[in-house]
């Protein structure tokens, strides 16, 4: 079985650039593992490649769906299993990129996915329901669940709710999974002191700002009816929503995007070090991740 690199770690550590230069060193095409940039139009919030920074290396799975219509981890399974055959029966080297965790472990490992009918009936119940009514539900319902799950994540609770209504509850079927690897993976991780990432998450944010982050978001979503879309829940999107409103600033909401990427940084390393079985590296010492991966190879 022809070893698979899949690169991760938290946001603005430097990934992107790690599988570019890895792709040049060892003949490989890149498949992106974010469930941000698989959308059309919405290039400077999700920090998407650009042509002149892939340098020639053929990518997967970016620009591949229309900003309106939603997109979910089944679809980005089907797809990531498909584009890894592909780049193998080609002759060439894997590579996996980005930090959405449940989108790579759904494509790596035996995550199956079981299609149920969806009672409208009762979603439109759900919908009507607080947040916290919601939580009040699952904790009857399926109480492990709420482990993974915070009380104010409704789609989530929805979600955990409408399985359990349909068949097996969320909980059930995650015990049922044995969480192995469909592939032979080499886990790369990349570390970095916080107070330097959260700097550099920081400038990144700046930098979205003055490329222009504001003008592309209301193009997009100024229309209240875009605010329901699925890509509008990213972090760098859905900030904006006050704005609009006209009930905070723009520094409010480029405050408010900083400290939630920190916060997801935060998730992504605690998600990657219990998930999978990740070998860590300093991220700046690329060179001795190139020379590892090369003696993996």
Known sequence: MDKIIAIVGPTGIGKTSLSIRLAKELNGEVISCDSMQVYKKMNIGTAKITKEEMDGIVHHLIDIQDYDQPYNVMLFQKLCRQAICDIQHKGKQVILCGGTGLYLKAALFDYEFEMEEEDEKYTNYLNSLSNEQLFQQLQKTDPDALDK??????????????????????????????????????????????????????????????????????????????????????????????YFLNNVSLDIIKERIKIHSRQYAKRQYTWFKHQMDVHWYDASDIEKIIKDIKEIV
């Open 149 to 242: 799950i915070h009380i104010n994540n409704r789609k989530r609770i929805i979600r955990a709710l409408q399985m359990a209504h349909t068949g097996k509850t969320k909980s059930q079927r995650e015990k049922e999974q044995q969480h192995i690897p469909l592939y032979d993976v080499y886990f790369v991780g990349l570390d970095l002191n916080r107070d330097v990432l959260h700097q550099r998450i920081d400038q990144r944010v700046d930098k979205m700002f003055e490329q222009g982050l504001v003008e592309e978001v209301s193009s997009l979503f100024q229309e209240e009816k875009t605010w329901e879309y699925t890509s509008f829940q990213g972090i760098g999107y859905k900030e904006f929503k006050d």
